[in-house]
């Protein structure tokens, strides 16, 4: 069974202390894995997918790595407007319909 | 552009009672989703749509149904409310086609069967 898991639950870092977030995944055949982020309140919102190992996405002081086990989240000098839960979810080849999420990790960026 | 509108934002039920999620999408996406978010939990697939008048089931599609009539609309409902059913609920959209698409959510329903 396709599966996610996201460490740690939650992580606390003082703003320009750098850090990463893990998501290690069991799929039988990767299509995707994704990268979201969740504020409070909202919904899930779109930041990176990545398709094959060693292949690495950037945005602004994020940046997402993908080997064949696990998704590293890398966030560098994080500010308190990082503060947020971010979420991993996997797509198999086998079922384009449908994403595996993980439990996600809660961050919080202290000033 | 609104991208996916989900209402109400809020909501009580009495247990035994009925309602339904609304959920539209502006985008002119083919497939559309709902999950349900619990705490502590990853969000569960509970049914998707890949077009109007095609849906199937998710991983947790007990105690629901949803209909398909339009592109733009895919409600979900709730027919006998029972404690297990409180949860936050979000509606989500995607392209569709490759299957690698992502997909765009509403900012959800938070539902409370008491």
């Known amino acids: 069974e396709d599966q996610v898991t996201q460490s740690p639950e939650a992580l606390r870092l003082q703003e320009g202390e750098s850090s990463s977030l893990n998501c290690s995944y069991t799929?039988?055949?990767?299509?995707?894995l994704f990268w979201y982020r969740q504020d409070p309140g909202k919904g899930p919102e779109f930041l990176f997918t990545l398709y094959s190992a060693g292949e690495e996405k950037e945005k602004e002081r994020l940046k997402a790595t993908l080997t064949k086990k696990e998704s590293f989240l890398h966030i560098t000098a994080p500010k308190p407007e990082d503060s947020a839960t971010y979420l991993c979810a996997v797509q198999a080849e086998y079922n384009n319909n449908d994403m595996r999420f993980g439990a996600g990790t809660r961050l919080t960026v202290k000033p | 552009n609104a991208g996916v509108t989900q209402t109400p934002k809020f909501r009580i039920l009495k247990i035994g009672q009925s309602m339904t999620l609304q959920c539209t999408q502006d985008m002119n996406h083919n497939y559309m989703y709902w999950y349900r978010q619990d705490p502590g939990m990853g969000l569960k697939l509970i049914y998707y749509?890949?077009?109007?008048?095609?849906?199937d089931k998710g991983e947790v599609p007990n105690g629901y149904n949803v209909s398909r009539s339009t592109t733009e609309d895919f409600p979900l409902r709730l027919e006998l409310a029972a404690p297990s059913q409180t949860s936050v609920y979000f509606c989500a959209s995607s392209p569709g086609g490759s299957g690698n698409q992502p997909q765009h959510f509403g900012d959800g329903t938070r539902l409370s069967i008491l």
């Open positions: 749509s890949v077009g109007a008048g095609i849906t």
């Open positions: 799929v039988s055949g990767l299509r995707g």
